[in-house]
């Protein structure tokens, strides 16, 4: 077992006695109850949920949207074992209103998001944002101009081969929660592409990964010397990207 496993398992056990006698002292909870199945997984779900949510606001390991569903869900599990109110597991449905939620905050996110000067020299402001559509570059002759996309969901598809490319290094960032993502490059066309899904699938010219967490990192060798050049970061929380040289 890694250290940072046990630690983990270190941390839940401390955080769920602590939170069991906290509920014992303020008198929600007897020691001496049937502590069933049925009254404990609730807790267990709320732990995680707090820790996936605190990961996210201390910009570490999680996710604010898993971390809070979960944490709203668990809770209202909670309330119903009390007696507060009623709510079962499979009442999880009724939840669904918090996507409207998610998708708001994500526009916000998106409004106020520049790029990552890790990709670019210089902040590329937000030039687009969709909560839900598609988004098509594939007229004759359309000019490629930097650009910063963000959508909640919606699939993407740029044809480079159609267009008039400007002679400069053009940056290209395109980011959401979920869609699919298709480029096609000609192939004298030096090019850069930092490509990362969270759970999806990645092609980038002939290089391939699928799973979680995935990044694909890919550069034309006369990248750095070309003065005519696309810089593209694409980063999907969920979907499918695919860069083609044609």
């Known amino acids: 077992m890694s250290a940072a496993i046990g630690r983990g398992i270190a941390a839940f056990l401390l955080i769920g006695a602590g939170v069991i006698l906290l509920l014992t002292n303020m008198n929600i909870i007897s020691l001496e109850m ?47 074992r009390f007696g507060v109110m009623t709510f079962r ?47 098509s570059f594939t007229e004759e002759n359309w000019k490629v101009e930097p650009m910063n996309v963000w959508s909640a969901v919606s699939d993407y598809k740029f044809d480079f081969t159609k267009a008039f490319i400007p002679d400069e290094d053009i940056p ?47 550069e034309t060798r006369d990248y750095q010397e070309a003065r005519r050049k696309l810089t593209i970061q694409i980063e999907l929380t969920a979907g499918s990207i695919k860069v083609v040289q044609v």
């Open 34 to 80: 049937n502590l069933s199945w049925g009254r404990v997984y609730p807790f267990v779900i709320l732990l995680f949920g707090l820790r996936m949510w605190s990961g996210a606001l201390f910009k570490k390991a999680g996710s604010w949207v898993t971390g809070s569903f979960l944490t709203v869900f668990a809770a209202l599990l909670i309330l119903d």
């Open 89 to 135: 597991f499979w009442d999880i449905w009724q939840l669904w209103p918090l996507l409207f939620v998610y998708i708001g905050v994500g526009i916000m996110k998106g409004r106020s998001r520049g790029s990552d000067s890790r990709y670019f020299d210089k902040p590329l402001p937000v030039s687009r944002t969709m909560a839900v559509g598609d988004l």
């Open 172 to 218: 290209i960032r395109v980011a959401g929660w979920a869609g699919d993502v298709r480029m096609f490059v000609p192939k004298q066309v030096p090019f850069r592409v930092d490509a990362k899904v969270k759970a999806g699938d990645i092609k980038v010219a002939g290089q391939k990964a699928d799973g979680i967490n995935r990044f694909v990192q890919y």
